[in-house]
């Protein structure tokens, strides 16, 4: 007889920062104008089903959940890519025989406004520890930056209670990112903490306690819809080059192969090809993490990428956009992340 038991990851780190994101100290240096340029654009999120998650409670079943979207419409269910099922519900059970080793996607789709919503990854690993194999490396390869949750189901007589019984290394398995006990209670996936990392391969290590059997290590992602930035580019010396008129997609807040390094700066560089007054809006993700939903500072900078021209943040909306006026030459558009993680949209409109 088995004991099947899960663990999730209490890993979402969320730093509060006072640079343009913390509401008393933001300061608004802005230039006043008396004509207003249309700035508007669709977030991606717009007719989407969004905070999908999934919960699992067997290793042959999988429940779906998300927010329905703000129209009547059927919502089409897909497992890498293959239509599975549709309902004009919030939520669908799966049930299907995972296979170990194998990668599992799904996202629901909206037939009314086309849409479809984040992805969410499985992927399952099987293995056995014992005194002669006390210990078990699986190489997960993220495609998308993403949320990350590593559950476990075990035997009964294998120990996996120290605190480094399952750690997560870098590619090279040089540089230990995050460490953990086994499981303890609970047996759903999706339901508390996680990892925030960047994609890219990782190597995850179960270390045996004592005893020996059988385990299942589940590991789970949420993306979001929107597309990121190129990384690095959190400095002025490496920013990402951008046209007015043009939306640019960023994520922030996602660690990367070093401990407790989320990305907590954006930094692009745009041209003001000439002196008139121009409009700057910002769309951050409203998908809500496990009660962690994003806020982010906004500064538009001057050429010495110091000096700023207007600072403002997010907190309390989804969409802002500010009214500046720009004289010709170089400006930086810095993106500060104040909480939890995610993606964005913006653009700097000249209303030509």
């Known amino acids: 007889m088995k004991l099947y038991k899960l663990l999730i990851c209490p890993l979402i780190l969320a730093v509060s920062l006072s640079i343009g994101c913390n509401k008393e100290n933001v300061t608004q240096s802005e230039v006043t104008t008396n004509e207003t340029v249309d700035c508007s654009f669709a977030s991606p999120e717009t007719g989407a089903p969004l905070n999908l998650i999934a919960r699992s409670s067997s290793l042959n079943h999988v429940e779906l959940t998300w927010s329905l979207a703000r129209v009547t419409s059927s919502y089409k269910i897909y497992r890498n890519d293959v239509l599975i099922g549709s ?149 002025k010396e490496n920013s990402i080059l951008v046209q007015t008129n043009t939306i640019v997609n960023g994520h922030i807040g996602f660690n990367g192969e070093t401990p407790n390094s989320p990305d907590l700066v954006d930094f692009f560089r745009i041209d003001i090809p000439s002196s008139k007054n121009y409009a700057f809006t910002i769309n951050k993700s409203s998908e809500v993490n496990f009660n962690q939903e994003m806020d982010l500072g906004v500064s538009i900078l001057k050429n010495d990428g110091l000096t700023p021209v207007t600072e403002f943040n997010t907190i309390g909306t989804n969409n802002i956009t500010k009214q500046i006026s720009l004289t010709t030459g170089t400006y930086y558009i810095k993106v500060t992340r104040g909480f939890a993680w995610g993606g964005y949209q913006f653009k700097m409109c000249s209303g030509d």
């Open 87 to 235: 309902t004009q519900d919030d939520s669908y059970f799966d049930y299907y025989d995972f296979s170990p080793e194998t990668k599992y996607t799904y996202y629901v789709f909206v037939e009314a406004t086309s849409k479809k919503s984040r992805l969410i990854t499985l992927t399952t690993h099987a293995g056995y520890l014992s005194e002669t194999t006390p210990q078990d490396n699986y190489t997960l390869t993220l495609d998308a930056d993403c949320w990350l949750s590593l559950g476990i189901t075990k035997d009964v007589n294998l120990d996996l209670s120290n605190y480094s019984a399952l750690e997560i290394y870098n590619s090279s398995g040089s540089t230990k990112i995050y460490s953990t006990s086994g499981p303890s209670i609970g047996n759903t996936i999706g339901g508390g903490g996680g990892l925030n990392i960047k994609a890219g391969t990782y190597i995850i290590r179960l270390n045996r306690t004592a005893g020996k059997g059988n385990f299942n290590l589940k590991c789970y992602t949420i993306g979001t819809i929107y597309s990121g930035d190129t990384e690095p580019n959190d400095t």
